[in-house]
């Protein structure tokens, strides 16, 4: 198992390094299909199509949507972030009346709480994940910054794993993930810190045309770390609601797409609004 999971691990990293580094058309596809994958497993975990095999039309809906918001995303990020970002907007606005167009006019056949929870794994999935697109496209030395999403994710989960088995006493949350410590909590946390800083001072700093401050770079990489970790645990709780172990089996080892990138999903859309936030504020200086 372990040497399973080691080798889809490195083969996941290296079709990462590849897809980030090309961005543009390749990295929207990527994240198109992967956005998919994740809606049905969301839909899957949360039981959106009832005792039915084959997919509904809450299912058919949010895929449907899907790929209107990407095709939508893409062509207003190919003029301005701005644009962009009320493309996102009036698609997800859209979106929830399409799930209420199917909930009134197929009433009684499906509940509230599956119409609810299309809406929910909609923006949890695909929207979420978008926000990988809108931090390599949308800003400035974005194929620079995106890498701060996975150092805020997969770097701190390192660190507070080292931290934990080293020195965890006490758990964070024993009913999600009984093996995660406050010690590492507060070790990936500080971990993530310094890679921010690391990576800003002899990358970022040195090699791209942006300059980003020390302390601001700290300060993100802290804040992302800790909404990756909620992230974490959020899917986590998702999964013993619904009594399922993993989301998937398409990555031999880890599970599937929401098992992977459940911290990630959440830490895109922070470091991405750290960075906007400071570039209008830095144009309105």
């Known amino acids: 198992m372990f040497r399973t999971r080691l080798l889809s691990g ?3 990293v290296a079709v990462a390094l590849v ?8 990295l929207a596809v990527v994240l198109f299909l992967v956005s998919m994958i994740a809606y049905m497993e969301l839909t899957d975990a949360c039981k959106v199509r009832g005792e039915e095999f084959e997919p509904g039309a809450l299912v058919k809906v949010g895929l449907v949507m899907t790929l209107v918001y990407y095709a939508a ?3 207003a990020l190919a003029r301005d972030i701005q644009l962009a970002l009320c493309t996102m907007v009036l698609v997800i606005a859209a979106a929830f009346l399409a799930f ?13 709480n599956q119409v609810m929870s299309a809406m929910f794994c909609f923006f949890y999935g695909p929207v979420m994940l978008s926000f990988l697109y ?7 030395e974005g194929v620079y910054l995106v890498w701060f999403a996975f150092l805020a994710s997969w770097g701190s989960d390192t660190c507070a794993y080292c931290v934990g088995v080293l020195i965890g006493k006490h758990k964070m949350a024993p009913k999600l993930s009984p093996k995660k410590s406050i010690e590492g909590a507060v070790g990936g946390v500080a971990g993530a810190a310094l890679l921010f800083v690391l990576y800003t001072h002899f990358v970022i700093n040195s090699f791209s045309e942006m300059k980003m401050s020390l302390p601001f770079a700290a300060a993100l ?3 992302g770390a800790l909404v990756s970790m909620v992230g974490d645990l959020a899917a986590s709780a998702v ?5 399922i172990k993993d989301y998937g089996k398409l990555i031999p080892g880890h599970g599937g797409i929401m098992d992977r990138f459940d911290s990630v999903i959440v830490a895109a859309p922070i470091v991405f609004i750290g960075i906007f936030i400071t570039m209008v504020l830095s144009a309105g200086a």
Do not use: Q
Request: hydrophobic content about 50%.
């Open 134 to 140: 809108l931090l390599r496209e949308g800003v400035t």
């Open 100 to 112: 209420l167009f199917v909930y009134v006019f197929a009433f009684p056949k499906y509940h509230a």
């Open 221 to 223: 990489g802290a804040v």
């Open 73 to 75: 995303l893409g062509l």
């Open 10 to 12: 490195i083969l996941l």
């Open 19 to 26: 897809v980030l580094l090309r961005g543009g058309s390749l």
């Open 239 to 243: 999964k013993r609601d619904h009594e």
